[in-house]
C-alpha cells in the first residue's frame, strides 16, 4: 500500500448516543425507517413503527443498552474506533484511516465529506460485515452513495461486498476462540461450540440473498479451522425481529436442544460481529447464557468479537490490500 491519497472508510452499523429511551427511539426511528431494512411502503410500515413498536421498545431496548454501556460510551462505537485507530497503526502513512456508522452518531453522512474534503485518490469503503446482506452491506453503499453522488468530480470508489471466506478474516476468528480455549481450557467430549450469527428474513434468502450460503461457508471454514469434526459444533442465527419467517434454529432453539442432549459446556462465538455490542455482550452473554442454564447446561462462555485483536487488524490490512491490488491491476 503505497498510495497516501488513498482514504480508507470502515462502516459500523450504529448506536444510541445514549442508553435513555429518548435517544434509543431517535436511533430506532432512523434504522427502522431504512428500505434495506424493512422492506415496507412508508405508508404502512410508519404508522406501525410510530405508533407500536418505538413507545414499545425504546424504554425496553434503553434498558438492554444500560446493561453494556461502559465509560467510554457505547462498545460498538467505541471497539470500531479502536479498530480503525489499530489500523491505521498498522498502516502508517500508507492510507488514511476513518470510521463511521450508518445510523446514529458519527454517521456516515457527517463522517466522509471530511474525508473528501482532503481529496483523496480513491476511497475504499469496508462495512464491517464478513457476510453480504441488503440490509447491513447494501445500506452502508447507500449512506455512501448520497454523500459521493453529489461531487463534482467522483472519486474512484473500491468498495468491498463482502470477507466471510478470506482466509485472514477466517485465521483471526480462530485465533480469538483458541486465546479463550488457552484461557479456560479446550472442548472435551461432551462440549460444544456454538457459532451464531445475525438472522435475515427468509424471504430475503429466497429472492437471491447469499447471506446464508456465505454464512454456512464461514462456519464450515472456522470449524475447519479450529479441527472440528461436525458433531462439535452447530450453526444457529440470532436477533430476530419482528413475526416473519427468518433463518433458523435461532440461537436460543440451539442452545435449549444442546443442553438437553446434554452438553455440560457450551463456547459460542459471533463470527458476523467485527465489534462487540449489544448483540454479543447482552444477547448472547446474558439472555443465551441463561436460555442454556435454565434448560439444563452447564458452563457457558461468549467468546469476544476479535475486536482488534492483531489478527483481526493483519486480516483488515490483507482484505483492503488485496483490494487495492486488483483495482490496480484493472486500472
Known amino acids: 500500500m503505497t498510495n497516501p491519497r488513498t482514504a480508507l472508510l470502515l462502516v459500523n452499523t450504529g448506536s444510541p448516543a445514549a442508553p435513555t429511551p429518548n435517544a434509543v427511539k431517535k436511533y430506532l426511528t432512523e434504522f427502522l425507517s431504512d428500505r434495506?431494512?424493512?422492506?415496507?411502503?412508508?405508508?404502512?410500515?410508519?404508522?406501525?413503527?410510530?405508533?407500536?413498536i418505538l413507545p414499545r421498545r425504546s424504554k425496553a431496548s434503553a434498558a438492554r443498552y444500560g446493561k453494556v454501556w461502559t465509560r467510554d460510551g457505547s462498545p460498538l462505537v467505541s471497539n470500531t474506533a479502536r479498530i480503525a485507530e489499530r489500523l491505521q497503526e498498522m498502516l502508517g502513512y500508507s492510507l488514511s484511516v476513518r470510521w463511521a456508522?450508518?445510523?446514529?452518531?458519527?454517521?456516515?453522512?457527517?463522517?466522509?465529506?471530511?474525508?473528501?474534503?482532503?481529496?483523496?485518490?480513491?476511497?475504499?469503503?469496508?462495512?464491517l460485515f464478513p457476510q453480504y446482506a441488503t440490509q447491513t452491506t447494501e445500506a452502508v453503499f447507500d449512506a455512501v452513495s448520497r454523500v459521493t453522488g453529489?461531487?463534482?468530480?467522483?472519486?474512484?470508489?473500491?468498495?468491498i461486498?463482502?470477507?466471510?471466506?478470506?482466509?485472514?478474516?477466517?485465521?483471526?476468528?480462530?485465533a480469538r476462540v483458541r486465546?479463550?480455549?488457552?484461557?479456560?481450557?479446550?472442548?472435551?467430549?461432551?462440549?460444544?461450540?456454538?457459532?451464531?450469527?445475525?438472522?435475515?428474513p427468509l424471504d430475503s434468502v429466497k429472492k437471491g440473498s447469499p447471506y446464508e450460503s456465505q454464512c454456512r461457508r464461514t462456519?464450515?471454514?472456522?470449524?475447519?479451522?479450529?479441527?472440528?469434526?461436525?458433531?462439535?459444533?452447530t450453526l444457529a442465527f440470532q436477533s430476530k425481529f419482528?413475526?416473519?419467517?427468518?433463518?433458523?434454529?435461532?440461537?436460543?432453539?440451539?442452545?435449549?436442544?444442546?443442553?438437553?442432549?446434554?452438553?455440560?459446556?457450551?463456547?459460542?462465538?459471533?463470527?458476523?460481529?467485527?465489534?462487540?455490542?449489544?448483540?454479543?455482550i447482552e444477547e448472547i452473554g446474558i439472555d443465551l447464557?441463561?436460555?442454556?442454564?435454565?434448560?439444563?447446561?452447564?458452563?457457558?462462555?461468549?467468546?469476544?468479537?476479535?475486536?482488534?485483536?492483531?489478527?483481526?487488524?493483519?486480516?483488515?490490512?490483507e482484505i483492503v490490500d488485496d483490494h487495492l491490488a486488483a483495482d490496480a491491476a484493472q486500472a
Open 36 to 52: 434495506r431494512v424493512v422492506d415496507l411502503p412508508p405508508w404502512l410500515w410508519q404508522p406501525i413503527l410510530r405508533c407500536h
Open 101 to 127: 456508522m450508518c445510523y446514529g452518531t458519527s454517521r456516515i453522512d457527517e463522517v466522509l465529506p471530511e474525508i473528501l474534503a482532503e481529496r483523496p485518490d480513491r476511497l475504499v469503503v469496508l462495512p
Open 150 to 159: 453529489t461531487l463534482s468530480a467522483p472519486v474512484r470508489e473500491i468498495r
Open 161 to 174: 461486498k463482502d470477507y466471510f471466506e478470506h482466509p485472514a478474516y477466517i485465521r483471526a476468528v480462530a
Open 179 to 200: 486465546a479463550h480455549w488457552a484461557a479456560v481450557g479446550e472442548l472435551l467430549p461432551g462440549d460444544h461450540l456454538l457459532i451464531s450469527l445475525h438472522s435475515i
Open 219 to 233: 462456519a464450515e471454514l472456522l470449524a475447519a479451522e479450529l479441527g472440528l469434526d461436525d458433531t462439535q459444533w
Open 242 to 280: 419482528g413475526h416473519a419467517k427468518w433463518l433458523e434454529p435461532t440461537a436460543a432453539e440451539a442452545a435449549e436442544r444442546l443442553a438437553v442432549a446434554g452438553v455440560r459446556r457450551l463456547d459460542v462465538v459471533c463470527p458476523g460481529f467485527a465489534a462487540d455490542c449489544l448483540e454479543t
Open 289 to 317: 447464557k441463561e436460555t442454556f442454564l435454565q434448560a439444563g447446561g452447564g458452563a457457558f462462555h461468549c467468546i469476544p468479537a476479535t475486536n482488534d485483536l492483531p489478527e483481526a487488524i493483519k486480516a483488515y490490512a
